[in-house]
């Protein structure tokens, strides 16, 4: 049965990755201009400084993950919207590799409502969709479009979970 259930977590975890990784895949070439590939736009605006967290207590879990949500960066995404950068730390103590991307599901809401993902021209990194070894910590980083300038709520679970139970929870200011 154990051996089972390793060959099922393996084909639902590679069918997750192939769903996340298919989201940006789809995303890229979306511009209107034709021609500019690589274009960028720019407000020349500085991001603003990173927001603290108003850590919200989150009852303990038994997870073969650990994840801290660390901090917010209010910022615009490449069309010059309102956008926020929230900061992950995602430790696997589980027995196999795995990336934050499989493991997590992360979202966040303004107003009870779950924000879309942004693209934004800061450098996210790898330690989103970056695989890592059992006890090993990385970085991760995503950004989301902002609606208006209410608080942000940030909330983390496993992303095949019986039960919807938070591993981290925090609210940023978005003004």
Do not use: H, W
């Not at 051996?3 to 070439?29: D, F, N, T, W, Y």
């Not at 009852?59 to 901090?71: A, R």
Request: net charge negative; hydrophobic share 40%.
């Amino acid at each position: 049965m154990r051996k089972s259930q390793e060959i099922g977590r393996s084909v639902v975890s590679v069918a997750l990755a192939c769903a996340v990784m298919a989201c940006p895949v789809a995303l890229v070439g979306c511009n209107d201009d034709a021609g500019e590939q690589g274009a960028v736009a720019t407000t020349g605006e500085q991001p603003a400084e990173e927001q603290p967290a108003e850590e919200q207590p989150v009852e303990e879990v038994q997870s073969e993950y650990d994840v801290t949500i660390d901090g917010a960066t209010v910022t615009t995404d490449y069309e010059g919207a309102p956008a926020m950068i929230v900061d992950y730390s995602f430790t696997n103590n589980s027995d196999e590799a795995t990336s934050f991307a499989v493991a997590c599901s992360q979202k966040a809401f303004q107003n009870g409502v779950q924000l879309e993902t942004a693209i934004v021209t800061e450098d996210l990194g790898n330690g989103y969709l970056a695989e890592i070894k059992p006890g090993a910590t990385t970085t991760a980083r995503m950004a989301y479009s902002l609606t208006d300038q209410s608080d942000v709520t940030v909330e983390v679970s496993e992303l095949i979970s019986l039960d919807d139970t938070l591993l981290a929870q925090a609210t940023f200011p978005a003004a």
